[in-house]
């Protein structure tokens, strides 16, 4: 069965909107756990637009089960990541203008500068997870510059979903999946799943973990956050 990660990002996301100091990430990672949350999923954005460096080092000294930062290949947040020594980082690509993060990384075109920061996050003894598009010369890159897992963008799929589609998708998602396992990677997921979308991306073979963060935060709201991380907990553990 695939772990769970819950990503904490939109708390920070509300306390924001005020600048003042509620409602704390850290809470929340802990009422995640408590609802069976397998990690934590953090990213902290070059902008600061949600998470917070004292966010990090919090989390960093309180967090039980496994605490995955996500980060760009940014010298300013390695930096900050190797202090901090999260148990997993996840690189991703950023650009300040964007709502959320919207494609894979480019291993492969930038291929220096990504294994550059993956060798300094391995010398730091983090595990390095590189979030990618389902793209096999970009499974490869990854496999060479010694990354360790790969998370597979799931924003694709997800669009398709919300549009009752997503079949295409899911093939494109499950033959990267073989892919990543084939080259001795782990294999995770993640973007935009949500407890309508989330069973087939589960299911796919040796699925490790699925990070989730806004559905899961929306739920949240409405019947609190114990419950909402159960709920889905029960859907990643289903058969499809
Ligand atoms: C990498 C990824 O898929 C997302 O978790 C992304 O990091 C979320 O960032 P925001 O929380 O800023 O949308
Ligand atoms: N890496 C994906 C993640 O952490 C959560 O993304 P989302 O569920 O907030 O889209």
């Known amino acids: ?19 003042t100091n509620e409602p704390d990430p850290v809470w929340a990672a802990s009422l995640a756990e408590l609802g069976g949350a397998d990690g934590i999923t953090l990213h902290l954005r070059e902008d600061r637009r949600h998470i917070q460096e004292r966010d990090l080092h919090l989390l960093s000294q309180t967090v039980t089960v496994k605490l995955n930062l996500e980060l760009a290949c940014d010298d300013d947040v390695l930096k900050i990541a190797c202090q901090a020594k999260p148990f997993q980082a996840t690189l991703v690509p950023e650009r300040r203008e964007e709502v959320t993060t919207e494609g894979g990384l480019d ?36 496999a060479k510059m010694g990354a360790q897992a790969v998370e597979l963008h799931t924003g694709a799929y997800a669009h398709a979903t919300a549009k009752f589609a997503g079949e295409d998708e899911l093939a494109a998602l499950t033959v990267a999946a073989k892919h990543i396992v084939d080259a001795g990677l782990t294999l995770h997921a993640g973007h935009g799943l949500t407890y309508r979308n989330v069973k087939p991306v589960a299911a796919i073979p040796d699925m490790c973990e699925l990070n989730i963060g806004h559905s899961i935060i929306a739920r949240a709201i409405m019947v609190g956050l114990e419950q909402a991380v159960r709920d889905m907990k029960r859907l990643i553990s289903e058969p499809r």
């Open 1 to 19: 069965m695939a772990l769970l990660g819950v990503n904490i990002d939109h708390v920070a996301t509300v306390r924001e909107a005020r600048k």
């Open 107 to 142: 291993a492969a075109g930038q291929g220096a500068r990504v294994g550059d920061a993956v060798k300094r996050l391995r010398d730091a003894g983090i595990v390095v997870s590189l979030f990618l598009d389902p793209d096999p010369k970009q499974i490869e890159a990854a």
